[in-house]
């Protein structure tokens, strides 16, 4: 998957974020639990850092507002 960036969360884990630049679907961010409405950019944001290996964490990927995400555990 191109643009896809590599951070490090507060914990140690590792994501791969992807910014979309405008969303095709209407998804709930979990950092706020509000609506990401469809054409809103935001992050697709995922771990392969699982115990159940890295299809799992690909599968539990998450849409994040950018805001959130930026600011997550702050």
């Known amino acids: 998957m191109g643009g896809v960036r590599h951070e490090r969360g507060r914990d140690g884990t590792d994501y791969k974020v992807h910014h979309i630049?405008?969303?095709?679907?209407?998804?709930?961010?979990?950092?706020?639990?509000?609506?990401?409405?469809?054409?809103?950019?935001?992050?697709?944001?995922?771990?392969?850092?699982?115990?159940?290996?890295?299809?799992?964490?690909i599968d539990s990927r998450r849409h994040w507002h950018t805001s959130c995400w930026k600011h997550r555990g702050r």
């Open 21 to 57: 630049s405008a969303g095709s679907k209407q998804y709930v961010c979990p950092g706020c639990n509000g609506i990401i409405l469809v054409g809103e950019a935001h992050e697709v944001v995922w771990t392969e850092d699982t115990i159940w290996g890295a299809q799992h964490g």
